[in-house]
Protein backbone atom coordinates (compact mmCIF):
# COMPACT_ATOMS: atom_id res chain seq x y z
CA UNK A 1 0.00 0.00 0.00
CA UNK A 2 1.27 3.40 -0.70
CA UNK A 3 0.78 6.64 1.20
CA UNK A 4 1.26 10.40 0.69
CA UNK A 5 2.05 12.52 3.54
CA UNK A 6 2.05 16.39 3.11
CA UNK A 7 3.28 18.65 5.28
CA UNK A 8 3.76 22.67 5.32
CA UNK A 9 0.54 24.42 5.13
CA UNK A 10 -0.24 27.37 7.53
CA UNK A 11 -1.10 30.53 7.93
CA UNK A 12 0.70 33.30 5.82
CA UNK A 13 0.74 36.95 5.14
CA UNK A 14 -0.41 37.92 1.52
CA UNK A 15 2.86 38.62 -0.13
CA UNK A 16 4.70 35.60 1.34
CA UNK A 17 6.19 32.68 1.05
CA UNK A 18 5.36 28.78 1.74
CA UNK A 19 7.13 25.71 1.04
CA UNK A 20 4.89 22.28 1.19
CA UNK A 21 6.18 18.97 0.66
CA UNK A 22 4.62 15.35 -0.22
CA UNK A 23 6.35 11.85 0.43
CA UNK A 24 5.32 8.69 -0.53
CA UNK A 25 5.90 5.80 1.35
CA UNK A 26 5.33 1.98 0.87
CA UNK A 27 6.23 -0.59 -1.78
CA UNK A 28 7.07 1.88 -4.30
CA UNK A 29 8.69 0.34 -7.61
CA UNK A 30 8.60 3.62 -9.54
CA UNK A 31 6.49 7.36 -9.22
CA UNK A 32 5.57 8.88 -12.50
CA UNK A 33 4.00 12.27 -12.61
CA UNK A 34 3.30 14.09 -9.29
CA UNK A 35 0.87 16.75 -8.86
CA UNK A 36 -0.37 19.37 -6.69
CA UNK A 37 -4.12 20.09 -6.73
CA UNK A 38 -6.12 22.80 -4.09
CA UNK A 39 -9.51 22.91 -3.36
CA UNK A 40 -10.97 26.57 -2.60
CA UNK A 41 -14.64 25.88 0.11
CA UNK A 42 -16.85 25.91 -2.19
CA UNK A 43 -14.89 25.69 -5.61
CA UNK A 44 -14.03 22.38 -7.65
CA UNK A 45 -10.45 21.33 -7.08
CA UNK A 46 -8.33 22.62 -9.80
CA UNK A 47 -4.86 21.11 -10.88
CA UNK A 48 -2.28 23.50 -9.62
CA UNK A 49 1.46 22.09 -10.69
CA UNK A 50 2.23 19.08 -12.91
CA UNK A 51 5.71 17.52 -12.64
CA UNK A 52 7.18 14.53 -14.68
CA UNK A 53 9.99 11.87 -13.24
CA UNK A 54 12.48 13.84 -16.47
CA UNK A 55 11.77 17.05 -14.34
CA UNK A 56 9.52 18.92 -17.39
CA UNK A 57 6.89 20.70 -15.45
CA UNK A 58 3.27 22.22 -16.31
CA UNK A 59 1.99 24.86 -14.18
CA UNK A 60 -1.74 26.44 -13.91
CA UNK A 61 -1.89 30.11 -15.34
CA UNK A 62 -2.90 31.33 -12.25
CA UNK A 63 0.77 30.37 -10.44
CA UNK A 64 2.78 30.71 -13.15
CA UNK A 65 5.87 32.50 -11.66
CA UNK A 66 5.18 32.04 -8.36
CA UNK A 67 5.14 28.79 -7.54
CA UNK A 68 7.49 25.96 -8.39
CA UNK A 69 7.09 22.40 -8.40
CA UNK A 70 9.95 20.13 -7.85
CA UNK A 71 11.35 16.54 -6.70
CA UNK A 72 13.68 14.51 -5.37
CA UNK A 73 12.97 10.73 -7.07
CA UNK A 74 15.40 9.24 -4.74
CA UNK A 75 13.33 9.72 -1.64
CA UNK A 76 9.91 9.59 -3.56
CA UNK A 77 9.28 13.52 -3.11
CA UNK A 78 7.57 16.37 -4.58
CA UNK A 79 7.58 20.16 -3.22
CA UNK A 80 5.53 23.46 -3.93
CA UNK A 81 7.34 26.26 -3.63
CA UNK A 82 4.77 28.97 -3.37
CA UNK A 83 5.89 32.81 -3.39
CA UNK A 84 4.09 36.01 -3.78
CA UNK A 85 0.93 34.27 -2.09
CA UNK A 86 -2.22 35.77 -2.34
CA UNK A 87 -5.32 35.42 -0.49
CA UNK A 88 -7.24 33.59 -3.68
CA UNK A 89 -4.76 30.90 -2.93
CA UNK A 90 -5.94 30.11 0.07
CA UNK A 91 -7.38 26.23 -0.29
CA UNK A 92 -6.65 22.63 0.92
CA UNK A 93 -3.42 21.67 -1.20
CA UNK A 94 -3.85 17.70 -2.36
CA UNK A 95 -0.67 15.81 -3.09
CA UNK A 96 -1.49 13.22 -5.90
CA UNK A 97 1.08 11.01 -8.11
CA UNK A 98 0.96 7.91 -9.89
CA UNK A 99 2.68 5.49 -8.39
CA UNK A 100 3.92 2.00 -9.83
CA UNK A 101 4.15 -0.66 -6.77
CA UNK A 102 5.89 -3.37 -8.50
CA UNK A 103 7.79 -3.91 -11.78
CA UNK A 104 4.92 -6.26 -13.03
CA UNK A 105 2.16 -3.80 -12.39
CA UNK A 106 0.51 -0.51 -14.01
CA UNK A 107 0.92 2.86 -12.11
CA UNK A 108 -1.90 3.97 -10.35
CA UNK A 109 -2.84 7.16 -8.50
CA UNK A 110 -2.59 8.14 -4.80
CA UNK A 111 -4.13 11.05 -2.91
CA UNK A 112 -2.63 12.75 0.38
CA UNK A 113 -4.49 13.74 2.63
CA UNK A 114 -4.25 17.61 1.93
CA UNK A 115 -2.66 20.36 3.88
CA UNK A 116 -4.37 23.29 4.45
CA UNK A 117 -2.52 26.98 3.04
CA UNK A 118 -4.30 30.12 4.16
CA UNK A 119 -3.09 33.99 2.98
CA UNK A 120 -4.28 36.32 5.48
CA UNK A 121 -3.47 39.74 6.75
Known amino acids: QVQLVESGGGLVQPGGSLRLSCAASGSIFNSNDMRWYRQAPGRERELVATIARGGSTHYADSVKGRFTISRDNAKNTVFLQMNSLKPEDTAVYYC???????????????WGQGTQVTVSP
Open 96 to 110: NADVQEFRWTFPRQY
